[in-house]
């Protein structure tokens, strides 16, 4: 009785729940960018996304999308429905919708047909945001050429080309369909803004080797970056775009 009861009073959140799900941070918020939504009753139990929830696109008799609803729950951003990824009683992450552009937006959760509140949220071109290494405190997550997670023990080194993985740098080209998880390449439209520090040095622009989504990943984004001599030990690494910077205080792991 007291769990229908909790159900019937619908989702319950606020504006300082809705944050940046690669590190919590509060908004604003990109196109294309993973966002968790925190609070209580927003769904009857946790659901992750496993491959049977994914659906045909639209846009693409091959392509693969993301469900607009998992276990009952959908959020809504604009009163049009976006790809979920995982629901909980007290979480959502979904992704932003891919084609909304810069302004105030409105989101709003409906869990097994009742609706929550709805909280204005701004969308920027790009909020860049890295992701802490769960297995290696205080350094970003970042891979070799080869695929081989960079950490303290197993560094990259000068004159490699490293990728580190971002969220938020926002829409690209070609730009994925609403869910649509991209088989494929695609360049971030506010490139000319994004930069790279090391120590608080500005990479060079012609060591940025790529910088857009991740084929296979929704949401997802990587960084292709050339280490040139001289960088130093283990440095702290910034990125900015769209003039927001990502939270300082990762170190990307180089010997």
């Not at 491959?51 to 693409?60: I, P, Y």
């Not at 979920?84 to 709003?108: C, D, H, W, Y």
């Not at 080797?209 to 280490?227: H, R």
Request: proline residues 8%; glycine residues 10%.
């Amino acid at each position: 009785l007291c769990a229908g009861t909790a159900r019937g009073a619908g989702p319950s959140y606020s504006a300082a729940g809705i944050v940046n799900a690669s590190n919590y941070t509060p908004g604003p918020f990109a196109p294309g960018s993973v966002i968790s939504i925190f609070g209580i009753g927003l769904a009857r139990s946790t659901h992750a996304l496993v491959d049977s929830d994914l659906v045909a696109c639209r846009s693409s008799v091959l392509g693969r999308c993301l469900p607009v609803e998992m276990n009952y729950v959908r959020v809504y951003v604009q009163d049009q429905q976006v790809p979920m990824l995982f629901v909980s009683e007290g979480q959502i992450n979904f992704l932003m919708s891919s084609v909304e552009t810069a302004g105030p937006v409105k989101i709003r959760v409906v869990t097994e047909g009742i609706t929550g509140p709805e909280i204005p949220v701004t969308l920027v071109d790009a909020a860049p945001a890295l992701f802490p290494n769960p297995i290696a405190a205080g350094y970003v997550i970042a891979q070799d050429a080869k695929g081989n997670l960079l950490t303290a023990d197993a560094p990259a080194h000068a004159n490699d080309t490293v990728v580190i993985y971002v969220t938020g740098l926002g829409r690209t080209s070609p730009n994925p369909a609403v869910g649509e998880i991209p088989s494929y390449a695609a360049t971030m439209l506010a490139q000319a803004s994004l930069m790279v520090t090391l120590d608080g040095k500005a990479v060079a622009p012609w060591d940025i080797k790529y910088a857009g989504v991740t084929p296979g990943s929704a949401g997802l984004y990587q960084i292709n970056l050339y280490l040139p001599e001289g960088t130093g030990n283990d440095p702290e690494i910034q990125v900015t775009a769209g003039n927001l910077t990502a939270q300082t205080g990762l170190k990307l792991p180089l010997r």
